[in-house]
């Protein structure tokens, strides 16, 4: 696939940002575990928050194939600060893209996609991650006529009988209670797109999605994970402890929210697959640079063939994932079907990143180890490719199916 004259500039525009801002600051960060704000300042007025945002709602107006490269290209400067824009960018951008009304859109994804906000995305909870139709997170229609709160923490989910109540038919908030699990952003970001249950009898039907500021009482960011790798991301434990919403908050409809959830996670699987493919680019480069120096039995150890083998086979699996990607992304772009391909792509990526990163360490022996070299941090920043967004095994699931018709 070869990319367009503005694809090219809009990557290389932030290839110059990630190698000159994200690269030389990345080793600081993961042992700091410091946010940087100011990088995701920058990268906010290279237009990376909104890039596939319409121009009219505040965004670059671009399509996922830059937004594909774009990633990549902060995936190669920092690992961390990839998965926190590319979070933003999809599954929430995407969601309120097609899902949000206009005065959600406008107060919203515009500041979203200016990034003058930071979007967060809840979906999974402590006792279920891939199983997603089984969450226990609960959103209660209040207000005119309805009693308010839910007394002693038990709830009052609506349309109890498997119907689907809209909140046209009364009640002026919502209010959220349970526990989510691992989310990115969950501390740093401004408003989370939050997946809860309305009607419990409903299942896959009875979730709906709601935009809930960070700031609403009752969001309580429980504690921050002790991650092996992407420290200057946070991933938090949230609480939802009679969080209150007004109901103008609801995304879509009631009992959309799961749909809405796997429709934004499609997008997002191409957005980790060229994560994946940032981080393992970079892990190569250094492996590269180093066999031509390093010296063993009177020659670079570039030039034994176990050695340059090894990197060929690397930067060939590495273009494959990049194919894989462009074409899901491509797929996207024209508005035709791309869950099989997203998940290839995913699959792929992530798990050839793992090994492109493993044998870059090999290759630099025991300094591929240590911290002098950033191998062993890309390394652990790369692992959590294979689970987040979906497992490897839940993206096998998905092509599987595909193949059984
Ligand atoms: C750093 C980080 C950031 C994250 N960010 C977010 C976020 O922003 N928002 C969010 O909602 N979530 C987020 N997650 C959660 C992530 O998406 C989940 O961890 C992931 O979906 C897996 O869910 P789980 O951890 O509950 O594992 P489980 O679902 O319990 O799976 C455990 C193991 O069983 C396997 N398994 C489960 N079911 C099957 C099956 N049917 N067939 C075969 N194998 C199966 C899985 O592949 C896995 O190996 C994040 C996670 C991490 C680590």
Not at 220 to 249: W, Y
């Amino acid at each position: 696939m070869i990319l367009s004259q503005d694809q090219e500039m809009v990557r290389d525009a932030v290839r110059d940002f990630a190698q000159a801002e994200l690269w030389p600051n990345a080793a600081k960060w993961d042992k700091e575990h410091h946010f940087p704000k100011d990088a995701h300042k920058g990268l906010a007025a290279l237009g990376a928050y909104g890039i596939c945002v319409p121009e009219e709602q505040g965004g670059a107006g671009l399509d996922y194939l830059t937004l594909a490269l774009v990633l990549e290209e902060i995936a190669a400067g920092d690992g961390g600060t990839s998965t926190v824009i590319s979070v933003t960018n999809c599954p929430v951008n995407a969601i309120l893209m097609k899902f949000g009304n206009a005065a959600q859109k406008k107060k919203w994804l515009e500041p979203l996609a200016q990034g003058q906000m930071l979007g967060a995305f809840c979906l999974t909870e402590p006792h279920v991650g891939s199983d997603a139709s089984s969450l226990r997170t609960t959103a209660v229609l209040e207000g005119d006529g309805f009693t308010a709160g839910p007394p002693q923490g038990e709830t009052r989910p609506l349309g109890g009988q498997g119907g689907h109540v809209s909140a046209e038919r009364g009640g002026d908030h919502y209010v959220i209670n349970g526990v989510k699990q691992f989310i990115t952003s969950g501390k740093n970001g401004d408003v989370a797109i939050v997946i809860a249950v309305t009607d419990k009898g409903a299942g896959k039907k009875g979730m709906s999605a709601f935009l809930v500021p960070t700031s609403a009482p009752g969001y309580v960011v429980a504690r921050i994970e002790d991650k092996l790798g992407q420290h200057s991301s946070d991933t938090a434990q949230i609480n939802f402890d009679n969080c209150r919403i007004p109901a103008e908050n609801l995304i879509g409809k009631e009992g959309e929210g799961y749909g809405i959830a796997l429709g934004g996670l499609e997008g997002g699987r191409i957005g980790i697959a060229a994560q994946s493919v940032g981080m393992a680019r970079s892990a190569l480069e250094v492996a590269v640079a180093y066999a031509k120096d390093r010296q063993s039995f009177g020659t670079a150890i570039f030039n034994h063939q176990a050695v340059g083998f090894r990197l060929a086979d690397c930067a060939t699996q590495l273009e494959a994932a990049r194919q894989l990607i462009w074409h899901a992304a491509s797929l996207r772009d024209a508005g035709r079907p791309c869950l099989k391909e997203a998940a290839m792509a995913k699959l792929f990526a992530s798990e050839m990143a793992e090994k492109v990163c493993s044998a870059a360490i090999q290759t630099l022996g025991g300094y591929g180890y240590v911290s002098d070299f950033p191998l062993e941090r890309i390394y652990r920043d790369v692992r959590v490719c294979q689970i987040y967004e979906g497992t490897s095994d839940v993206q096998k699931i998905i092509i599987q199916r595909s193949l059984a018709g």
